[in-house]
């Protein structure tokens, strides 16, 4: 008691009082080679985070080269007119830093992650990559044989499986969105050095590129350090490509991919929609994410915990590629994976579950939680450079103003529950999905047919 009573006891600590958070906003710039610059600094972000657009789409790839240009983003790392790819790689680690690239609709990316006290050797090794790439024979061949090992894998994963009927049958056979993003065996094993060469000649230059630079940049001279790595990357000129419009067909109707014998059924239900620019993009993350954002979502709820027939089903939308006019596409998808004896009372249910948000809608609660998760935990989200980078250069890629992901926030708190149903409503109707059934036909296509949601097509699994 004695000790007790002579120890110096502090008062409790007290919270402190909440500061405001908002999404941080760019600064932008131009360098004299005409590359679009935007830098934010995030004070104690020690590892900075470096990303650059390039404009490559897929659409741009050469008739019967699909593929080419994910070769190239991954040929980008082997090497320059500087170093060996194992060299390369070597001087990458003695940077602490990492390199990363992959191709999508609308472009190439590559991202950077190097400590800030490192940055200068981290910008002048993309900066390499960028303004003379070797393309060296020896190093595309192993990419190519890499990509043609993947592509058997890929087609053997169901989720990956029913993402590629998906597109295959929304979009026409014309239109890149149509094909895998990464090429096929037919279209992979074409590829050469001269291809990627011929690919980086003609759409990879400064002035049709960006770059987002953000993390810690206290006493670093940003714009000296860019004029001597990223600014040293030279050209000829260009302009945007145009963003081609794109037609899809989502009359209802159901392809089932045989797998004979498989013990579950994989799901994937879409459509398609507008993409950010729309008035309704805020009601509508909000809606889908009530309908399957979470494990207490409304079709976990139904599905998972009072069904027991799946570990977990998701509805979420996509922006595929905008354009600068303001237009665009999206997908917005179901997907999930259900044991093969239950797939029709799953599907039964789920189809319930869209019918009842039409006719009974969202339940403030539902809304409510939805806020707290989507709005709530966004300083979270955003704690390393490498989200926020990832974000603006997002908004870079859909031409959307630079606040908009601040704006985003501040309209999902204000939408009401009204709004929120009435836009996942018009997303999800249950006469406009086409849904994509990877499973063994002989036992899911009867129950399926028998519910009468469209029109149903087997097709081999490949």
């Not at 729309?278 to 976990?300: E, H, K, N």
């Not at 390393?384 to 908004?395: F, I, K, M, N, Y």
């Not at 836009?423 to 009867?446: C, H, M, S």
């Amino acid at each position: 008691m004695t000790e007790l009573a002579t120890m110096d006891f502090h008062p409790q600590p007290q919270p402190g009082e909440a500061r405001p958070w908002a999404f941080p906003a760019p600064e932008r710039g131009t360098l004299d080679n005409g590359l679009t610059v935007l830098r934010c600094h995030r004070p104690g972000q020690q590892v900075v985070a470096v990303e650059v657009l390039l404009d490559a789409p897929l659409d741009a790839e050469p008739a019967g080269l699909d593929g080419v240009a994910t070769i190239m983003s991954r040929a980008f790392s082997e090497g320059t007119d500087k170093h060996s790819a194992e060299e390369y790689a070597a001087e990458l680690e003695r940077a602490g830093a990492t390199l990363d690239a992959h191709a999508d609709h609308p472009g190439v990316r590559i991202s950077l992650e190097v400590p800030a006290s490192r940055l200068a050797k981290g910008l002048g090794l993309l900066s390499d990559a960028l303004r003379a790439p070797a393309f060296a024979e020896s190093e595309v061949e192993r990419l190519v044989r890499n990509r043609l090992d993947e592509i058997p894998h890929e087609l053997a994963n169901p989720s990956r499986r029913a993402a590629k009927e998906l597109y295959k049958q929304l979009f026409p056979a014309t239109a890149r969105m149509s094909r895998p993003r990464q090429g096929t065996e037919d279209t992979v094993e074409k590829i050469d050095a001269a291809a990627v060469r011929a690919f980086y000649d003609r759409h990879v230059r400064p002035a049709t590129a960006t770059a987002v630079v953000v993390g810690d940049l206290t006493g670093i001279d940003l714009d000296e350090l860019l004029g001597e790595t990223l600014g040293a990357w030279r050209a000829a000129t260009g302009q945007p490509r145009p963003v081609p419009s794109v037609a899809a067909d989502d009359t209802g109707r159901v392809v089932i991919v045989d797998r004979p014998g498989a013990v579950q059924t994989q799901l994937l239900i879409g459509r398609v929609g507008s993409d950010r620019h729309d008035r309704v993009w805020p009601a509508q993350v909000l809606g889908t994410y009530c309908l399957g954002g979470t494990l207490t979502s409304r079709l976990d709820r139904v599905l998972r915990e009072e069904k027991g027939y799946t570990y977990g089903v998701r509805s979420f939308g996509q922006v595929l590629r905008s354009a600068p006019d303001g237009t665009g596409v999206s997908m917005l998808a179901i997907s999930g994976s259900v044991d093969t004896p239950n797939t029709g009372p799953a599907l039964t249910d789920l189809w319930t579950v869209l019918r009842t948000l039409a006719a009974d809608g969202l339940t403030d609660a539902e809304r409510d939680v939805a806020v707290q998760n989507l709005v709530g935990v966004a300083p979270l989200k955003y704690e390393t450079a490498a989200a926020v980078a990832g974000t603006l250069a997002d908004q870079v890629e859909q031409y959307l103003p630079d606040d908009f992901q601040a704006t985003l926030y501040r309209q999902l708190a204000a939408t009401g529950t009204v709004e929120a149903t009435a836009a996942v409503v018009n997303a999800f109707p249950v006469d406009r999905l086409v849904t994509v059934l990877v499973g063994d036909a002989a036992q899911i296509k009867e129950p399926v047919e028998a519910l009468g949601i469209g029109e149903v097509t087997v097709v081999a699994a490949e």
